[in-house]
């Protein structure tokens, strides 16, 4: 009987947990999921070695109010931007054919990732339901800085920002409600 218990709670701690934590998918599976149900695509380009990645990973996107954002709004990737994974994007199949696997550390730079002009880590890059590239967003963020981006991609805002002032005006009057 007190077997279980104790499973029983481990096992409703272990579905809690889960239920925090971003659907992560391939770029292949989001691209899919587009072809079924349009929405947009949250990529985090990432690599391995990146100090501030992890961070991103650790403080970011394990908050509530980014997960369930994240979760609602968007297809969310998570790419190795110096990884060895196949993508067909746009009719093309993007790979690493330059890895490699006995490097420690930088290794070189996945092809789709010089495609989006990936320049640092992390990289978020937006793509909107056609999965055409919206913008990318070089370096880490925390719940509170990334909450603008999502709202202002997630709610098409960014197609009325054309000038920086336009983005000024927008930043200063955005309200967030993120909690760290």
């Given at each position: 009987?007190?077997?279980?218990?104790?499973?029983?709670?481990?096992?409703?701690?272990?579905?809690?947990?889960?239920?925090?934590?971003?659907?992560w998918?391939?770029?292949?599976?989001?691209?899919?999921?587009?072809?079924?149900?349009?929405?947009?695509?949250?990529?985090?380009?990432?690599?391995?070695?990146?100090g501030?990645?992890?961070?991103?990973?650790?403080?970011?996107?394990?908050?509530?109010?980014?997960?369930?954002?994240?979760?609602?709004?968007?297809?969310?990737?998570?790419?190795?931007?110096?990884?060895?994974?196949?993508?067909?994007?746009?009719?093309?199949?993007?790979?690493?054919?330059?890895?490699?696997?006995?490097?420690?550390?930088r290794?070189?730079?996945?092809?789709?990732?010089?495609?989006?002009?990936?320049?640092?880590?992390?990289?978020?890059?937006?793509?909107?339901?056609?999965?055409?590239?919206?913008?990318?967003?070089?370096?880490?963020?925390?719940?509170?800085?990334?909450?603008?981006?999502?709202?202002?991609?997630?709610?098409?805002?960014?197609?009325?920002?054309?000038?920086?002032?336009?983005?000024?005006?927008?930043?200063?009057?955005?309200?967030?409600?993120?909690?760290?």
């Amino acid at each position: 009987m007190k077997f279980i218990i104790t499973s029983l709670l481990v096992l409703l701690a272990f579905t809690g947990i889960q239920a925090q934590e971003i659907k992560w998918m391939s770029m292949n599976e989001a691209l899919k999921a587009q072809e079924k149900q349009p929405k947009k695509i949250l990529m985090d380009a990432y690599t391995t070695w990146c100090g501030p990645c992890k961070m991103m990973d650790k403080n970011t996107f394990t908050n509530k109010d980014v997960v369930n954002y994240v979760n609602k709004h968007f297809y969310p990737v998570k790419f190795d931007a110096e990884g060895t994974e196949e993508v067909f994007y746009k009719d093309f199949k993007y790979t690493n054919p330059n890895y490699d696997p006995k490097r420690k550390g930088r290794n070189s730079q996945h092809f789709l990732a010089n495609a989006l002009k990936i320049s640092g880590y992390p990289s978020l890059v937006f793509f909107d339901e056609k999965s055409n590239v919206i913008a990318p967003i070089v370096g880490y963020r925390t719940p509170e800085q990334l909450e603008i981006f999502l709202k202002m991609i997630a709610n098409n805002d960014y197609k009325k920002l054309t000038s920086a002032d336009a983005w000024g005006k927008y930043e200063k009057e955005f309200k967030g409600t993120f909690k760290n």
